[in-house]
């Protein structure tokens, strides 16, 4: 299918103003200027409006929360143990949520989603696609994208309200390291084991551990942490804890990142940026702004948007871009934070993110300005599938 007389926003090789992109099989065949040398009736007559590649949601709990529902849909938190890196979102997410047809019709066509933020280690992350199956092993770009950690008032209170640890912030960070040590011993001796096992000086292997085991993807560079914080303390502490041990991160939230801009940048820190269409529900979001986006862009920092879905609807990711410039974040940039800066943070931007040969035909046409809440895309296309 080719879709031509379309001004392309590739996020990756600059504008076309007039061009068309051809797809065969999902995948992006063609990106070029001008008109196609062949089309046939199913290819699609842009009329001169603008094609983006899919909008991305970098942080969300699409199909966790589920919709209208209560505790019988909700799978975000294991509130039983503060260490629970072994918990997987493939197990937890129902594709045939309402949400994912909301999703999908709104130009977001890959989001990151999975557990919560009740504990201090709360699982894995995953990226998806929100539309072309009802099994959600079909729909997984990437198993698991990060490891989340959670630092904060939400493990506090979590664990205050059951009278157990952690219900400090310093034991918060005290049960993330603890579990870090005990994993890198635990590799310590899975590396022993496999050094001498032919050897007159072999070691027996440690016990199986899945949480150790989930813990080493994170400790050898292969996925990042996801670490939920707001205020300025937590953000500290989460880079703290990413140069003790080593490992890749990215800061999710950073409500209070504006304040902090110019150290996150000396820091090389990327952020997920939201949600930001929501009330101050907690002390830790008393300094929710809409500019945060735009100072942490200014200050050199790389930035995504999300919606932490339920908490602002997955369907207005775009707006929150559009409130994003609002707050002074150039519409370009905006655009970036839910396309290809949103697909780098996540570490999937060898499919999605961009308007790019080999990668996956995921496409938004629409009118006018991409956050522009009262008009819907013109056409959503997912995996080279047209869903609208």
Known sequence: ??????????????????????????????????????????????????????????????????????????????????????????????????????????????????????????GELLAMKTYGSKQIDKLVIKSPVALKMALGENPKTCYNDRDETPTTRMAVAAVIREQLYKAKRYMEQLDRYETTKNTPDATEPPDYDIKNEALIPLLKGEINAHIHCHRTDDIFTGLRLAKEFGFGYVIVHATEGGIIAEELHNENTACVVGPIICERSKPELVNLRIDTAAKLHAAGVKIALCTDHPVTPIQYLPLTAGLAVKGGLDEEEALRAITINAAQISGIADRTGSIEIGKDADLVLFEGKFYDFMKEPKLVVINGQVIK
Do not use: Q
Not at 13 to 40: C, M, Q, R, S
Not at 45 to 74: K, M, R
Not at 82 to 107: C, Q, W, Y
């Open 1 to 122: 299918m080719i879709i031509y007389n379309a001004s392309i926003k590739t996020m990756a090789n600059g504008n076309i103003d007039n061009g068309f992109v051809e797809f065969h099989d999902g995948k992006i065949t063609t990106v070029a200027a001008g008109k196609p040398p062949v089309l046939t009736e199913n290819d699609i007559d842009a009329n001169g409006l603008t094609l983006c590649p899919g909008f991305i949601d970098s942080h969300c709990h699409l199909g966790v929360f589920e919709n209208g529902l209560g505790f019988e849909g909700t799978d975000a938190n294991e509130i039983t143990d503060p260490v629970a890196p072994h918990l997987r979102a493939i197990d937890m997410i129902n594709p045939r949520d309402f949400s994912f047809t909301e999703a999908a019709k709104a130009g977001v066509t890959c989001v990151v989603s999975g557990v919560g933020s009740a504990n201090p280690l709360g």
